[in-house]
């Protein structure tokens, strides 16, 4: 049975990842050269805690990793250049200490370091490797200090701990079926949420509990065939991000960890001929998920653009992109302020800030007629009708009628 609620005015119906790991070696310091599933963007990643973050940087094949620094009065960047460029394709990921984790694929094995300014070059501690065809990096781990990989094959997927251990790269689980996306779903780094099939069926997402060796339990079970996977959660809250295409086409919508209210997919959360991802939600809104602002990236006919949306308001607002926005990424404070990263030739890196708090204010006063979406003046933009919902009770709001992971099980 599909348990899911459209918020519009009409209804409208490989074999075991495996993975074998590679020696440590020992810590070196490479002389100065010259010269992006919180968030990962076009280029950029962030750490969970918004303090830092780290991109490949150069030009042409002279390429290298870059650390930012965010959480002082202002951005600024530290390029980490080693005796000689990175490749295209290699990954870095920053830790909360300030150190980044760069991944190399070198002939069937993924090499592991860590990398750190040290006065006039940078210094390199490699972490050992894991042989294994496919391998992909979950999004920074909310604790800061370590990282995690997960090897996808055709029976199981393993997860692996690539930073942060005691021994180098650690096989910590394995999922039976091949494995997607990665949502951390607390602030310890113990819950992870992964979106699995098993063999032909659909993709439904799964809770692994990285503490009891990989436990896993259903966390998404709209309906019994659709496919429906997880794309952010907020811990503080509850509030899910989900798509789903179990109201018969592919949509994005929204639910609560822990609650059996049914999702809701929004038609605001729709706009005509675009591509909505989202990729950062608010956070410290505890038990308030209708309070926090989600923010989206809208690609359609006028380009990419900058979507803010929270539950409650139920209006998409569509921004234009500050000037050299690393497309996709961004973070929010406690007070609703988006700080949107950027890279101008003239300025080097920086940090837009939107104030979604003051958009979300001006929602009591809607510049259209009652149950229509406002959407900010630009090319492309439109209004969205969608319908009124009864108002939410004191108890958080949204997923489905299978139980899913409460709060105080993510301990």
């Known amino acids: ?178 494995c997607t996306g990665g949502v951390w779903l607390d602030r310890t780094g113990r819950m992870l949420a992964l979106d699995r099939r098993l063999g032909r069926g659909p993709v439904k997402a799964v809770t692994v509990d990285l503490a009891r060796g990989g436990e896993v339990s259903p966390l998404l079970q709209i309906a019994e065939g659709s496919d429906d996977r997880l794309l952010l959660a907020e811990p503080d809250s509850g509030l899910l991000l989900i798509r789903s295409n179990a109201p018969g086409q592919e949509r994005l919508g929204w639910g609560v960890l822990g609650s059996h209210r049914p999702v809701r997919f929004p038609e605001s959360l729709r706009p005509a001929g675009c591509a909505v991802t989202p990729f950062a939600v608010q956070s410290g809104q505890a038990l308030r998920p209708e309070s926090c602002g989600v923010a989206l990236r809208i690609e359609g006919p006028a380009g990419s653009r900058v979507g803010v949306w929270r539950p409650a308001g139920r209006r998409l607002h569509l921004l234009a992109p500050p000037a050299g926005w690393l497309a996709g990424a961004g973070t929010w404070s406690g007070d609703g302020v988006l700080g949107l990263p950027c890279v101008r030739d003239a300025e080097g890196c920086g940090v837009a800030r939107l104030d979604a708090a003051g958009v979300f204010a001006r929602e009591g006063t809607p510049s259209g007629p009652p149950g229509v979406t406002a959407v900010s003046a630009g090319p492309g933009a439109r209004a969205v009708p969608i319908a009124p919902v009864a108002p939410a009770g004191r108890r958080p709001v949204p997923l489905q009628q299978a139980p899913l992971m409460g709060r105080m099980g993510l301990g």
């Open 1 to 178: 049975m599909t348990v899911c609620a459209i918020e519009n005015a009409t209804e409208r119906a490989t074999k075991a990842g495996g993975g074998t790991a590679a020696g440590i070696g020992e810590g070196t310091t490479a002389g100065t050269g010259e010269g992006t599933t919180a968030g990962t963007g076009e280029g950029i990643t962030i750490t969970a805690n918004g303090a830092y973050a780290a991109r490949l940087a150069g030009a042409g094949e002279a390429l290298f990793a870059e650390r930012w620094t965010l959480d002082g009065p202002e951005p600024y960047a530290v390029p980490l250049p080693l005796g000689q460029p990175e490749e295209r394709g290699t990954d870095v990921l920053p830790l909360t200490d300030g150190r980044v984790l760069i991944r190399r694929r070198v002939t069937g094995r993924h090499l592991f370091s860590l990398v750190y300014p040290t006065g006039p070059g940078t210094g390199e501690i490699p972490l050992g490797g894991v042989e294994s065809g496919e391998l992909r990096l979950l999004p920074p781990a909310p604790d800061g200090t370590r990282a995690y990989a997960v090897v996808p094959g055709e029976r199981s997927t393993s997860v692996w701990l690539v930073a942060g251990g005691t021994f180098g790269p650690e096989h910590v689980a394995e999922v039976p079926g091949h």
